[in-house]
């Protein structure tokens, strides 16, 4: 099956710790995102990737970090140094490698809900 | 920078009424899409529109661009309990894309 899985869809982490949000896709796609949202809110941009390699930072960059080793995967880490982490975060990917979406789809994983304790 | 302001946030509506939500833009677009979204769930694409003033349809959804590229709208005819959900645009302005706020829907059976 093609699709983009995140992995855990649950995760919750005390004040002060790093915690890491896997993301993985196998459609081939070059660009892949990490959005935010929060209850009865749009979603927000963090970073996005058009390429293995490279990434940008998006509109709320503060406080995360992430990298693209592989095609497949766009791992985002979630600091210490982010103020107020509780939040659904979703993970996406298209076709295009040209600006933060260009005109091509976004395919979006099942997300996952962090919670700070 | 890019201001995008989605009307209504909000919407509850009777079973096999008709529901519109906006999207303005204050600059001009290349294309807008719209996703989405149902309760628990992710953002699905639902389409994409690209010319001026163009009019799309999906059953009981019909879709429309501005004939000046700077909004959009989304209109569904009598609905049902499955359209619950938020409905997002994602306009893009040829330099980035941007996610609207949403309206969430509810229907009331």
């Known amino acids: 099956d093609g699709g983009i899985t995140q992995s855990p869809k649950y995760l919750f982490r005390k004040e002060g710790q790093n915690v890491t949000l896997s993301c993985e896709q196998n459609?081939?796609?070059?660009?892949m995102y990490w959005y935010r949202q929060d209850p009865g809110q749009g979603l927000r941009l963090i970073y996005y990737?058009?390429?293995?390699?490279?990434?940008q930072k998006g509109d709320i960059a503060e406080g995360y970090s992430v990298s693209r080793e592989k095609k497949e995967s766009f791992p985002l880490t979630v600091t210490s140094a982010q103020k107020n982490p509780t939040a659904f975060y979703l993970c996406a990917s298209s076709f295009t490698s040209g600006g933060a979406g260009g005109t091509d789809t976004q395919y979006f994983g099942p997300g996952t809900r962090l919670t700070v304790l | 920078g890019q201001q995008v302001m989605q009307i209504p946030q909000y919407q509850h509506v009777q079973e096999g009424e008709d529901f519109t939500t906006y999207c303005n833009s204050s600059?001009?677009?290349?294309?807008i899409q719209w996703y989405k979204q149902r309760p628990g769930g992710h953002p699905v694409f639902l389409i994409q529109l690209v010319k001026s003033g163009e009019v799309k349809k999906q059953k009981r959804l019909t879709f429309q661009f501005g004939e000046a590229k700077k909004n959009s709208s989304l209109h569904i005819t009598a609905t049902q309990t499955t359209d619950v959900g938020t409905y997002f645009c994602a306009p893009n302005t040829g330099n980035q894309f941007y996610f609207g706020t949403g309206t969430s829907l509810t229907v009331i059976p």
């Open positions: 990737s058009q390429i293995v390699n490279d990434f």
């Open positions: 600059t001009t677009l290349s294309n």
């Open positions: 459609l081939n796609h070059d660009a």
